[in-house]
């Protein structure tokens, strides 16, 4: 596969539920809480319509959702790549992608953790030459800042991705 195609106010007191109001009958007015909770849902859904693009075929459409200067670090992962800039995005992507026959990727899980999303992925696939079956599950921490991908990290597990940023399951 080539790499083209891989290709406000703050109240925060109890019971106020992270709004505040100016009167009786006053529209709620947002806070820092409702602003934060808003950032990281646009940060989701950026990661939603990057896979969204790549699953479709459009992976110029994918790419674009990453910052230019985007931080790609795969160490965990087998090939142990690490990469800066959206060619070597498609480059440590491409080259993974390249190394299976009838490679496919299943998202289990997408979860807002603020300033990161995690996503929990498996990948099958049969090797090129080998001919072997294998699965990889793993996890991916994105940060996503000014809406772009600015980091893209692998863990071996969704645990280890949640310790990355101080967090259990």
Do not use: C
Not at 10 to 24: A, E, F, K
Not at 66 to 74: E, S
Request: no cysteine; glycine share 8%.
């Amino acid at each position: 596969m080539s790499p083209a195609r891989v290709l406000a106010k703050w109240d925060v007191t109890p019971g106020n539920r992270g709004t505040t109001t100016t009167g009786v009958n006053a529209a709620p007015v947002a806070t820092e809480r409702d602003t934060a909770r808003a950032m990281s849902q646009e940060n989701v859904a950026v990661v939603r319509q990057m896979y969204d693009a790549f699953n479709s075929g459009d992976a110029e459409g994918a790419v674009d959702h990453f910052a230019p200067d985007v931080t790609v670090d795969a160490r965990d992962r087998p090939d142990h790549e690490i990469g800066k800039g959206r060619e070597a995005l498609v480059r440590i992507i491409a080259s993974w992608v390249d190394s299976f026959d009838d490679w496919r990727e299943e998202i289990e899980a997408i979860r807002d953790l603020g300033d990161h999303v995690l996503v929990a992925a498996t990948q099958r696939g049969r090797g090129k030459g080998s001919g072997i079956e294998t699965e990889l599950r793993y996890a991916l921490l994105y940060r996503v800042e000014d809406g772009k991908i600015s980091s893209m990290t692998f863990y071996n597990t969704p645990t280890e991705a949640l310790e990355a940023v101080g967090l259990r399951e």
